[in-house]
């Protein structure tokens, strides 16, 4: 069995692929590359072809009808053989000397027969022409270099949470999760850095800025029109999230997490509503904290009690202004889109 599997979702990522892909090969023959193909129009399936080819121990070319961002990881966790899985997208790659460390920690746990269901490490926001890049780090957070319980980590920031880019899962644990992705929905990292959480037990937080989140082509998904396009498939992740959570489960922490995190994702919707502020826009904003309402009255109450809660929902222009302004600060600051 390879150590780690790393499914690279690929839509005509040709022009940046393989700088990826360069970076995951440093891992050596305990890690397994599943370039995924997702219905390009372009020379990628070429591309990964010929790295399957050239790799055979460690790369193979996965090709399927396009599905989307969610049905590419899906088609990474069904072939996937390794102990423990990552999503690393085409457009981003990892410190190869954090890289190295994160093989050998969990070469050692497995060779001691340590059970783990979730490696953390931090993140860069690598964002074109920014000259502070910003690191999501989580050291105030979980204890560092052992394994842990979820009822040892300590409070996260506002801001801070768990992304798909700071995880690596047991492979096992994604499976038994049942966890499947939406197909051609955008946004649905979300869903896979929070449904697998209510299985997983022990964690482990090795502390290096290990994978590096490229910001900058004009067509991602995180640029705010493109955002904005795309808010219905934002307003249905944000909904999936409250229909597949538990925020009342009995390991406290996690429960807190988990509401702390869907508190952010419909922040994040709610912001794009009231930033491009349209009649339309408004009435799915209110919308979508109706169905809030109706699913999980308790949730709703929390949330509109909350800070986030009170400022998104202020009445008038200047109170819809408000929270785009607080928006707009943060954004300068952490430059995440």
């Known amino acids: 069995?390879?150590?780690?599997?790393?499914?690279?979702?690929?839509?005509?990522?040709?022009?940046y692929m393989e700088h990826c892909i360069c970076t995951l090969l440093e891992g050596g023959t305990d890690v397994e590359i599943l370039i995924i193909d997702?219905?390009?129009?372009?020379?990628?399936?070429?591309i990964?072809?010929?790295?399957?080819?050239?790799?055979?121990?460690?790369?193979?070319?996965?090709?399927?009808?396009?599905?989307?961002?969610?049905?590419?990881?899906?088609?990474?966790?069904?072939?996937?053989?390794g102990m423990y899985f990552k999503v690393v997208d085409s457009d981003d790659w990892v410190d190869i000397p954090s890289y190295r460390k994160i093989l050998d920690t969990l070469k050692?746990?497995?060779?001691?027969?340590?059970?783990?269901?979730?490696?953390?490490?931090?993140?860069i926001y690598e964002?074109?022409?920014?000259?502070?890049?910003?690191?999501?780090?989580?050291?105030?957070?979980?204890?560092?270099?052992?394994?842990?319980?979820?009822?040892?980590?300590?409070?996260?920031?506002?801001?801070?949470?768990l992304l798909m880019h700071a995880l690596i899962y047991r492979t096992e644990v994604l499976k038994s999760s049942g966890l499947k992705l939406p197909a051609h929905t955008f946004y649905v990292d979300?869903?896979?850095?929070?449904?697998?959480?209510?299985?997983?037990?022990?964690?482990?937080?090795?502390?290096?800025?290990?994978?590096?989140?490229?910001?900058?082509?004009?067509?991602?998904?995180?640029?705010?029109?493109i955002m904005i396009s795309r808010i219905d498939q934002q307003i249905q992740v944000n909904r999936?999230?409250?229909?597949?959570?538990?925020?009342?489960?009995?390991v406290k922490k996690r429960s807190r997490y988990l509401f702390h995190y869907f508190e952010i994702v419909t922040v994040v919707s709610s912001i794009m509503l009231l930033r491009f502020g349209t009649e339309d826009n408004l009435k799915k904003k209110e919308g979508l904290w109706r169905y809030i309402e109706e699913k999980d009255p308790y949730i709703y109450r929390k949330l509109r009690r909350g800070v986030f809660g009170?400022?998104?929902?202020?009445?008038?222009?200047?109170?819809?202004?408000?929270?785009?302004?607080?928006?707009?600060?943060?954004?300068?600051?952490?430059?995440?889109?």
């Not at 069995?1 to 040709?14: D, F, G, Q, R, T």
């Not at 997702?38 to 070429?46: E, F, L, N, P, Q």
Request: glycine fraction near 8%.
């Open 127 to 161: 964002k074109e022409g920014a000259k502070h890049k910003k690191a999501m780090r989580y050291k105030n957070v979980h204890p560092e270099n052992r394994i842990f319980t979820w009822e040892e980590t300590g409070k996260f920031k506002i801001g801070q949470y």
């Open 310 to 337: 009170v400022f998104l929902n202020l009445p008038g222009h200047i109170g819809r202004n408000v929270p785009v302004g607080i928006y707009q600060a943060a954004r300068r600051i952490i430059g995440f889109n």
């Open 240 to 250: 999936m999230m409250l229909d597949m959570l538990k925020f009342d489960e009995p």
């Open 38 to 46: 997702d219905g390009s129009t372009d020379t990628t399936g070429r």
């Open 1 to 15: 069995m390879k150590l780690l599997s790393v499914a690279v979702p690929c839509y005509n990522s040709e022009d």
């Open 190 to 225: 979300n869903l896979f850095a929070s449904i697998p959480m209510k299985y997983v037990e022990k964690l482990y937080y090795l502390n290096v800025d290990f994978y590096r989140y490229y910001i900058g082509r004009q067509d991602q998904s995180v640029n705010e029109t």
């Open 48 to 81: 990964a072809d010929d790295y399957a080819a050239e790799y055979p121990e460690i790369v193979r070319a996965i090709h399927q009808e396009n599905g989307g961002h969610g049905e590419a990881v899906n088609t990474g966790i069904r072939n996937a053989k």
């Open 108 to 123: 050692t746990l497995s060779k001691d027969g340590m059970s783990l269901d979730m490696l953390v490490s931090n993140f």
